[in-house]
């Protein structure tokens, strides 16, 4: 299925919210990351000279496009569930913030937009919690029913403003321990003790 449009959701899991000093709100807050930022290379290249950040979250395939969706009905748009990184130029992101500008370009670099192989929605399976390891040692760790906002509530708000497509993913935020990486990381992005993925870290320079 051809990728149209990629959203995100920010601060839906109050842990990272309160890392990040931020306050967890009261309604969802979308960004977008752009379609050239889709990856599932095992390689992720880091872009020269910047600092990159990965915070981890179970991405949602929509196969239903449509307006107005009901949280009742939410999941029959949904074809699958996968494990992704939000790749996140951190120090780029707080300037933006500072001077209250859009953070787009802090999201959107080649590669920013991790994906692991989609698999068909079974909630049984993705109740459990998942998880990512750098270098062996666990750094972020969550569960959908952390969510502040679940994925049939974000898919509800979200379609009730604009309308969704067959293949929007929607990135459904990230639990805490977000931090850099380096090059010759070595990461594991795995849901309850099956490993979804392995992604090797290089800088753009070597």
Excluded at 55 to 64: F, N
Excluded at 69 to 88: E, K, M, N, R, Y
Aim: proline share 5%; net charge negative.
């Amino acid at each position: 299925m051809k990728i149209t449009n990629i959203y995100a959701v920010g601060r839906n899991y109050a842990a990272h919210a309160q890392e990040m000093g931020n306050k967890v709100l009261k309604e969802p807050i979308f960004f977008q990351k752009s379609s050239a930022s889709l990856s599932d290379d095992s390689v992720i290249t880091l872009p020269r000279g910047r600092e990159i950040h990965h915070e981890l979250e179970i991405v949602t395939s929509i196969g239903k496009g449509g307006n107005n969706i009901q949280v009742d009905d939410a999941w029959t748009h949904v074809d699958g569930l996968c494990l992704g990184l939000d790749l996140t130029d951190r120090p780029l992101q707080h300037k933006f913030k500072e001077g209250r500008l859009p953070w787009f370009l802090a999201k959107s670099f080649p590669g920013s937009a991790v994906i692991t192989q989609f698999d068909p929605l079974d909630l049984n399976v993705w109740s459990r919690d998942f998880w990512l390891t750098i270098n062996d040692m666990e750094v972020q760790r969550g569960n959908m029913d952390q969510m502040v906002f679940d994925i049939p509530a974000l898919i509800a708000y979200l379609s009730a403003r604009l309308p969704l497509t067959a293949g929007d993913l929607i990135y459904t935020g990230t639990p805490s321990g977000v931090g850099p990486l380096e090059s010759g990381d070595e990461m594991i992005l795995g849901l309850g003790e099956e490993i979804k993925g392995k992604f090797r870290v290089k800088s753009a320079d070597k």
